[in-house]
């Protein structure tokens, strides 16, 4: 047996090794290779590494070179442990409609535009490339055509040099190959629109340069077929080929000008992409480190991040102390600090400590992977305002068609000599003219550049539909907790009924909380536990929603909650009802202890009120959007935190069935709402109304029924996301009104309209440089987007 016998005795194929092995059987089988899993003999000619006082053995050499890069991943069985999901394929769609999706790229069947990549990639565009050869080939053969038919006007007779009729003869073997192979690809989905029965930009683009090559050819070999007035020199008819070959270069450069644009615009989602490093830091039980691929790292492995290093996962701290920068992830530039036990996002920046976190959620499941998600779907979504284009579309090329075919007759019956030869250039004219690229291209250019946009500054757009509403919205409904205020109530007040009882309240109070799940729970819990106080198990425990919680503590009974609790239970408050309001009317929740049915004090709990939701608000009515605060606390609490912002409207000791209700009530005075929330109990009403926005400290239930995500959990995110739909919707209206009253102006234009006063025709080749430059111009104008100031 050869050694390469021998070192690949194994019986099938294996596509992860990049190479072909076969598998021993059951009986000759000795060790697996940690890699790939498969049956290895081990012996003095298999390859093999030593690590951790083992050998291991590998079917080839490519799964050692693996094992070398990572060598604990793989020995602690690690590998064998995670699920390799098989990667998905990359799939391609057509950025006007969305609804296709194919395995490969190529052109929509709907438009004929070129497909992209669902999720951008840094690889290069193949159909870029191609058409980028295709036009500086174009480009070779339109510059000799465009001087052997223009060189008189400026000096240069090179026809009279050559002969006219050599000079057609050269000129239909410069074009032929222009037309027949580097236009190909237009051609092909001008035949594919027919096919399927939707005639686009590429349908007139086919039937104009296929018309004027046509009519050349037939000029150049059968001109008797033309009456003896349309002959010029030589008895030769005047040709096209200039025009046609012209005419493909003009189209190759607005293609190729496009594709580059179409690229910028899935920038920010590769930004978005970089942000996470390919290595990480893993630290091994022994105290030893080494960077390992980040493919290979998994939850619960505990990893080192560095003074300037990327975050590598989402995590939680378990050692040291640092501030970190998530304005990539957030848009907040101000570095936030983090200690043991707080969270740590992948692709954020570690500024001035060094921390160990221990990894949580890896690969797909991290945030920064969901963010490029949602961004990448929100690129394939279709706004309302699209259904306009969408609906002239489809009526706009047999429009046009149509239009060509009485300007050809028009002029062919009205117009001077050579009538047949004006009828031909304005019929192409008008074809190449009114491609609707532009008014495809109008609306979701502007999305996806927007959609990036606002992921930069911490804002994630679910689809289109909800930024198009975003821009229209004129009443914000927002939740308190978590909302306005931190999220992180605290313990502030313990008062007694009884001199010496506040510790008693208090271990009361916080034994019951354990088994609450109430916001205001840990509060109450890490207030007694500040204290040193023991909390004694608890019987019977029962949450009266809206109202509180009872149960039995050592035999004894207790009820912490609101007054609507005590009521319920026959409990009288009169001696605590005065000092209750005063903490409220200072923005605090008070809450009412009783034990064995008699009222024994109050605990309250403030939940301090974020630093940007003041200015925040202040913005959101300059932009004319009136704000209701709608909350589970009383009316005197909400009252106080209302008059503090400046709110327009309390609703207060709101349930949580409730919100769904007032968005309800809302619309139906009228009124066009978003409702801002974090919670659970949020997600009915984000989903009732016209625009839901999760706060991103919130629940995943409320991400998921939201339209907008706000990654920093704060209004100033609102007013981030206010500006950009308002500026995408404004973006949308500029590109739209600049594509119709492109094809208003420059279908007349092209059919002849100017000629019986100023004597102007336009030429197919003015019509093809225009018609590019048009789709360039609206991918222009959204490219602003960009550049706006959130």
């Known amino acids: 047996m050869t050694q390469d016998a021998h070192r690949h005795h194994h019986d099938h194929t294996d596509e992860s090794c990049g190479h072909t092995q076969t598998r021993t059987n059951s009986d000759e089988a000795g060790v697996k290779d940690p890699v790939c899993g498969m049956s290895v003999t081990p012996g003095p000619e298999a390859w093999s590494r030593d690590y951790g006082g083992e050998t291991y053995y590998f079917c080839s050499e490519g799964c050692r070179t693996k094992f070398d890069a990572d060598p604990y991943f793989y020995a602690s069985g690690n590998a064998a442990k995670v699920e390799k999901a098989a990667a998905p394929g990359a799939q391609w769609t057509c950025p006007m409609h969305p609804e296709f999706v194919s395995d ?14 669902m999720v951008p990639s840094d690889e290069p565009s193949e159909e870029l490339t191609d058409f980028t050869r295709r036009l500086w080939i174009s480009a070779v053969a339109a510059v000799p055509l465009v001087i052997l038919t223009m060189g008189e006007a400026v000096g240069i007779p090179v026809r009279d040099w050559i002969g006219h009729q050599f000079a057609v003869y050269l000129e239909f073997l410069l074009a032929t190959p222009i037309v027949l192979w580097a236009a190909l690809p237009f051609f092909q989905r001008g035949v594919s629109s027919v096919v399927n029965r939707a005639p686009n930009m590429w349908t007139l683009i086919s039937l104009g340069v296929g018309a004027a090559y046509l009519y050349s050819l037939v000029a150049t070999f059968l001109p008797g077929v033309f009456p003896d007035q349309y002959r010029g020199i030589g008895g030769m008819v005047g040709t096209y080929f200039e025009a046609a070959v012209v005419i493909v270069t003009l189209i190759f450069v607005g293609q190729v000008l496009e594709l580059r644009a179409r690229e910028r615009t899935g920038d920010a989602i590769k930004s978005l992409m970089n942000l996470a490093p390919k290595t990480a830091r893993r630290i091994l039980p022994d105290g030893s480190e080494y960077d390992a691929p980040l493919e290979n790292i998994v939850a619960g492995d505990l990893l080192r991040v560095r003074p300037g290093d990327s975050v590598p996962v989402d995590g939680e701290v378990v050692e040291g102390r640092s501030s970190v920068d998530e304005s990539m992830i957030t848009g907040e530039p101000v570095p936030i600090e983090k200690t043991v036990g707080d969270r740590v996002t992948g692709g954020t920046i570690n500024k001035n400590g060094t921390l160990a976190i221990r990894a949580t959620d890896v690969g797909a499941e991290t945030v920064l992977a969901q963010i490029v998600d949602m961004v990448a779907g929100a690129r394939r979504s279709k706004a309302p305002i699209q259904g306009l284009a969408d609906r002239v579309s489809e009526i706009f090329v047999p429009t046009v068609v149509g239009v060509a075919i009485l300007a050809f007759v028009a002029w062919l019956v009205m117009g001077p000599s050579p009538a047949f030869v004006f009828a031909i250039a304005a019929a192409v004219s008008v074809l190449i003219i009114a491609c609707p690229c532009a008014l495809g291209l109008a609306t979701p250019i502007s999305i996806t550049t927007a959609a990036g946009r606002g992921a930069q500054a911490g804002v994630l757009i679910k689809d289109a539909e909800a930024l198009e509403r975003m821009a229209r919205v004129d009443t914000l409904v927002v939740d308190k907790t978590g909302t306005l205020t931190e999220g992180k109530p605290r313990l502030t007040e313990v008062i007694a009924l009884k001199a010496g009882a506040e510790d008693d309240v208090l271990a009361s109070a916080a034994a019951l909380e354990r088994g ?103 913005e959101l009515h300059r932009q004319g959007l009136r704000v209701i605060m709608a909350t ?29 209700i007032l968005v309800d009530e809302l619309r139906d005075q009228g009124a066009r709402i978003a409702m801002a929330g974090d919670g659970v109990n949020d997600a009915p009403a984000l989903a009732a109304a016209d625009v839901g926005i999760a706060m991103g400290t919130g629940a995943d239930v409320a991400v998921d029924s939201a339209g907008l995500t706000l990654l920093a959990g704060d209004l100033s995110g609102i007013v981030r996301a206010r500006i950009l739909a308002k500026a995408t919707l404004r973006n949308i209206k500029q590109n739209l009104f600049f594509a119709f009253f492109y094809n208003a102006v420059g279908v007349p234009i092209a059919a002849g309209a100017l000629y ?23 991918i222009g104008n959204a490219l602003r987007l960009r550049r706006l100031k959130l």
């Open 756 to 778: 019986p006063v100023f004597g102007l025709l336009l030429s197919p080749m003015v019509a093809a440089a225009a018609m590019s430059l048009s789709s360039v111009s609206v």
């Open 104 to 117: 490969e790229p190529g052109a929509c069947p709907i438009c004929g535009m070129a497909l992209e990549p």
């Open 632 to 660: 589970g606390d009383n009316q005197r609490t909400a009252d106080a935190v209302a008059a503090k912002l400046g709110i327009d409207e309390v609703r207060a000791g709101v349930l949580p069935e409730d919100k769904k």
């Open 516 to 618: 609450s799940e109430h916001p205001l729970a840990d509060a109450i819990i890490g207030g007694a536990e500040e204290r040193g106080l023991t909390m004694a198990k608890v019987l019977e425990f029962e949450a009266v929603t809206g109202k509180g919680v009872t149960g039995r503590v050592e035999d004894r009974s207790i009820a912490l909650g609101n007054l609507g609790l005590m009521q319920s239970l026959g409990i009288e408050t009169t001696d605590a009802d005065d000092t209750a309001d005063a903490l409220r009317s200072e923005g605090k929740t008070a809450m009412y202890v009783a034990l064995d049915g008699r009222l024994a004090g109050l605990v309250a709990v403030a939940d301090p009120i974020k630093e940007t939701t003041e200015a925040a608000i202040r």
